[in-house]
C-alpha cells in the first residue's frame, strides 16, 4: 500500500496511531497526582516532540544516509522561522503560505549553501557547514536588524506587530493569532476522564499530520534507488566515483532535502509561536539535533524521533525537579541517607540536567554507535537467540576493506 | 599611523588566543589523528584553575577585632586570609594580587593530568572509529566538562583581576613619536603566547622527545616498528596540548572574565583557524590564528563596520570559506592529511 512494503507500512501506521493517540499516551499520570509532573501530553511539548521529530528525520537523510556531518542545520531552522513570520507579516496569519514559503526560502538557501560546501566532505564539510551558519546567525542577529533593511528584528525576534500590513487578514472573522482556516493553533480542547485530563490541540494536530507525510516521504527516499545512492555515498564514495558516478548531485539533492526538512521544521515552530529568533540558528542548536539523530540511531527511521522525543521530552522533565521533590521521592529513606541521595542525585536533574544529557550521548556514541534503536534490536537479538538459539547473522554495512 | 597599528595589537591579542587554541588542536589532531571537539573546554577548564587558585588563596578565617565596632556598636569580625596570616599581611595581600600568574604553576599540573585522563580514559578508544564519531564524543564531553563547571562555579562570569601592577595601561611607541596607549596585561597575553608557541615549536625541533614525535606524525608505522612506544609520547603530547589550551585560559581571564561558555564561543572560531591555516600543520595553525586575529580587528573598525555592516562579525568565516574553495588544503596544509 502506499508503495511500501509490508514491515514499513505497519511502521508507518504504529507510528500514526502513537502520534495521533499522543495526547492520551503521554497522559499517563491523573492530572492532581504526584506523578503528573512526568504528564508530557500538554500542547507545548506535544509540538516540539514532532516539529523537532521532523527536523530531525530531515538531518537523518543527510548524516543519515550520506554520512556528511553537518554543523549547521539549524541555520535551514531559522530561515524557516523567519520565511514563516513574514508570511504573517505581509499575508495575515493562515499558517500555510508561511509553512510553504519557509519550506522553499530553506530549500534555496539550502542549494546555495550546498553548491558551495559539498565540494569538501568529512571534517571540512562539518566546519564550512559549522562557518556558514555561524554567519547566518551573526548576520541575522546584527546587520539584517538595521532600520532601513529590517529583515530579522535582531535581539527582539521577528513578531507581528499591529502596523503590519496582513493584506488578507481580517480581524472579525478570523482570531488574532495564527490559525488554519480559522480555526486558531492555540484552539485547545480539554476533556476529563475520571482523574485524567487530555488536551487536544489544534496545533499539536497540524505539525503531527505534517510529520507524518514527512515520515512517509522519508521512508520512500530511504527505500527508492535514490536512497541506495546515498548509501553508496556513506559507505565507499571513490569507488563510486570510479564506477562512473558522479555522487555530487545526489548529495546535493540530499542536502536541499534535509534544508527543507529543517525549514518545515522552523516554519511550524513559528506557525505554534509567532515569534522568531537569531538563537534558532545557533551552533547549539545545530549541535542539538545532531544529539537527537545520533541518541535515536542515525540511519534508522524512527531513531531520530526517538530521539528528538526523547532529548525534548527530559528538556521539560528533567528540568522541572527540584531539590523538594527529590526530598518527597526519599522520604522513605532515613534522614541521613535521604539528603545524601538528593545530595548525589542534584548536579543531575533541575538546572543540570544538559549534564545528564551529555553522558548518556557519550555513553551512546562510546557502546552503542547505532543509537537506542540498535540497543532495542540488540536486545530483541538476545531474547530471540534465547528462544530459538539461532545464531542470525546481522547485516554488515561497513565497506570491506 | 597610530590606529592602524593599535589595530595590529588588538588583532595579535586575540590572535594569540586563538593560535594558542589551534595550535593544541593541531598537536592533538597531528599526533593522534583525533578530530578534539571538547579542546575549547580545556581552554575553560584553565581559565577556571586561576578561579579556583583565587578562591583557595582567599579562603580566610574570621576573628572579632576587640577595638574595632561596627555601626551597630557590636565588635567588628574581621576576616584574615590564611596567607596573610602566614606570610605576614604584606607578602600575602601580594600573593592574592598575582593569583593569576601564580595560577600558570597551578594549572600545568592540573591540565596535563586532565589531558592523560583523557586520552588514556576515553579518546584511546577512538582511533579507529570513523572521523564523525571522534566529533560526536568530543563533543558530548565538551557538554559535560561545560556542565561541570557550572555546577561547581555558577553561571556568572567570575572576575580574575590581573596583578595591580599589570592592570594598568602602557604608552607605546612615544620615542617614535607615535601615541599609543594599551592595557599592559594584553601586551603580556601576546609575549606570553609567542613565548608559549616557541617553546612548543622548540621542544618539537631540539629535543629527542620531539623528534621522535615529528617522526610520528610523519609515520606512525615506522616508528613503532623501530621499537618506540609512540602511544606513549603521543599521550604526553595530548597532554601538553592540554596544558597549552589551559594556560591560555588562565591568561586570558583578566580580560574577559572567566564563564562557563567561554571555550564553546572560542572553540568553533579556533576550528576554523585550523581548517584555515591546514589541518595537521603546526606554523599553519599559528600564521592563520594572528592573520584571522588581524583581520578581525581591521574588520571591527567603525570605518570597516560603515562600508560594510556586520562585516566584523563574519570576516573569519567569510575568509575561511573563501581559503577552504581555492586552497582546499589551507595556507600550509600538507599533502595526505583528511584527504578523505
Known amino acids: 500500500m502506499l508503495g511500501l512494503n509490508a514491515k514499513d507500512m505497519s511502521l508507518l501506521i504504529v507510528v500514526a496511531i502513537l502520534t495521533m493517540c499522543a495526547p492520551l499516551i503521554l497522559n499517563p499520570f491523573p492530572a492532581d497526582s504526584a506523578m503528573a509532573q512526568f504528564n508530557a501530553g500538554y500542547p507545548d511539548l506535544m509540538q516540539k516532540f514532532v516539529i523537532f521529530g521532523i527536523f530531525a528525520i530531515g538531518f537523518n537523510i543527510l548524516f543519515g544516509l550520506t554520512g556528511y556531518l553537518s554543523f549547521g542545520h539549524a541555520a535551514f531552522l531559522g530561515v524557516g522561522s523567519y520565511s514563516c513570520v513574514w508570511m504573517f507579516k505581509l499575508l495575515g496569519y493562515n499558517v500555510l503560505p508561511g509553512i510553504a514559503l519557509s519550506v522553499v526560502t530553506s530549500g534555496l538557501f539550502a542549494l546555495l549553501i550546498g553548491l558551495i560546501t559539498l565540494r569538501r566532505s568529512g571534517i571540512y564539510f562539518s566546519i564550512l557547514t559549522l562557518a556558514f551558519a555561524q554567519m547566518s546567525f551573526a548576520l541575522a542577529y546584527s546587520v539584517l536588524s538595521n532600520p532601513k533593511f529590517n529583515l530579522t528584528n535582531g535581539e527582539t525576534g521577528l513578531q507581528v506587530y499591529a502596523n503590519d500590513p496582513q493584506w488578507f487578514h481580517n480581524s472579525e472573522r478570523l482570531p488574532d493569532l495564527p490559525h488554519i482556516f480559522g480555526l486558531s493553533m492555540r484552539a485547545t480542547q480539554k476533556v476529563s476522564v475520571g482523574g485524567w485530563e487530555f488536551q487536544f490541540n489544534t496545533g499539536y494536530y497540524l505539525c503531527a499530520f505534517i510529520m507524518l507525510i514527512c515520515f512517509y516521504l522519508a521512508i520512500r527516499i530511504f527505500r527508492s534507488p535514490f536512497g541506495m545512492m546515498l548509501r553508496a555515498v556513506k559507505s565507499n564514495q571513490q569507488r563510486m566515483n570510479y564506477t562512473g558516478l558522479n555522487s555530487r548531485p545526489y548529495t546535493l539533492a540530499a542536502f536541499v532535502i534535509s534544508g527543507m526538512y529543517a525549514g518545515l521544521a522552523g516554519g511550524l515552530l513559528s506557525a505554534v509561536d509567532p515569534l522568531a529568533g537569531a538563537e534558532r540558528m545557533q551552533w547549539t542548536a545545530s549541535g542539538e539535533v545532531v544529539l537527537m539523530t545520533i541518541l535515536g540511531g542515525a540511519g534508522t527511521l524512527i531513531g531520530p524521533v526517538l530521539g528528538a522525543g526523547l532529548i525534548k521530552y527530559f528538556e521539560n522533565i528533567f528540568s522541572k525537579i527540584n531539590d523538594n521533590v527529590l526530598h518527597g521521592w526519599f522520604s522513605f529513606l532515613p534522614d541521613g541517607m535521604e539528603d545524601l541521595m538528593v545530595t548525589l542525585i542534584h548536579p543531575f536533574v533541575g538546572k543540570g540536567w544538559h549534564l545528564t544529557l551529555g553522558i548518556i550521548f557519550m555513553l551512546v556514541v562510546t557502546f552503542l554507535p547505532g543509537g537506542l534503536v540498535e540497543g532495542g534490536q540488540r536486545i530483541g537479538r538476545m531474547l530471540s537467540r534465547k528462544k530459538s538459539k539461532e545464531a542470525d547473522s546481522p547485516a554488515s554495512t561497513e565497506p570491506a576493506e | ?340
Open chain 2, 1 to 340: 599611523m597610530d590606529a592602524i597599528l593599535l589595530q595590529v595589537l588588538n588583532g595579535l591579542d586575540k590572535g594569540s588566543a586563538y593560535a594558542l587554541i589551534a595550535l593544541g588542536l593541531t598537536l592533538i589532531f597531528g599526533t593522534l589523528g583525533v578530530v578534539n571537539f571538547a579542546h575549547g573546554a580545556l581552554f575553560m577548564i584553565g581559565a577556571f584553575c586561576s578561579v579556583t587558585l583565587q578562591r583557595i588563596l582567599n579562603a580566610s578565617f574570621e576573628t572579632i577585632s576587640e577595638t574595632e565596632k561596627d555601626f551597630l556598636g557590636n565588635p567588628l569580625k574581621v576576616k584574615t586570609p590564611y596567607v596573610e596570616s602566614w606570610f605576614g599581611p604584606e607578602v600575602g595581600a601580594s600573593i592574592i594580587d598575582w593569583s593569576v600568574p601564580l595560577a600558570i604553576l597551578f594549572a600545568i599540573p592540573i591540565m596535563i593530568a586532565i589531558g592523560f585522563i583523557m586520552e588514556r580514559g576515553l579518546i584511546k578508544h577512538f582511533y579507529k572509529r570513523p572521523h564523525a564519531d571522534q566529533i560526536l564524543v568530543t563533543f558530548g564531553l565538551a557538554i559535560v566538562l561545560q556542565e561541570v563547571i557550572k555546577a561547581f562555579f555558577g553561571a556568572n562570569p567570575i572576575q580574575t583581576p590581573a596583578p595591580d601592577a599589570l592592570s594598568g595601561v602602557a604608552q607605546l611607541g612615544e620615542g617614535l613619536g607615535l601615541q599609543i596607549a594599551y592595557p599592559i596585561w594584553r601586551l603580556i597575553y601576546i609575549a606570553f603566547a609567542l613565548l608559549i608557541i616557541g617553546g612548543v615549536f622548540a621542544f618539537l625541533q631540539f629535543t629527542t622527545f620531539g623528534m621522535v614525535v615529528r617522526a610520528g606524525m610523519a609515520d606512525r608505522e615506522t616508528v613503532g616498528l623501530l621499537g618506540i612506544d609512540i602511544d606513549k609520547r603521543f599521550t604526553t603530547m595530548f597532554g601538553l596540548a592540554a596544558a597549552v589550551a589551559g594556560l591560555a585560559g588562565v591568561m586570558y581571564g583578566p580580560i574577559n572574565a572567566p564563564n562557563y561558555h567561554m571555550g564553546m564561543d572560542f572553540l568553533v572560531l579556533s576550528f576554523v583557524v585550523v581548517v584555515v591555516g591546514g589541518m595537521g600543520s603546526l606554523p599553519g595553525a599559528v600564521l592563520a590564528g594572528f592573520i584571522l586575529g588581524i583581520l578581525e580587528a581591521f574588520a571591527s573598525t567603525t570605518w570597516a563596520t560603515t562600508t560594510i555592516p556586520g562585516i566584523n562579525q563574519i570576516i573569519i568565516y567569510l575568509v575561511a570559506i573563501i581559503v577552504l574553495l581555492t586552497r582546499p588544503r589551507g595556507l600550509m596544509g600538507k599533502k595526505g592529511v583528511m584527504e578523505d
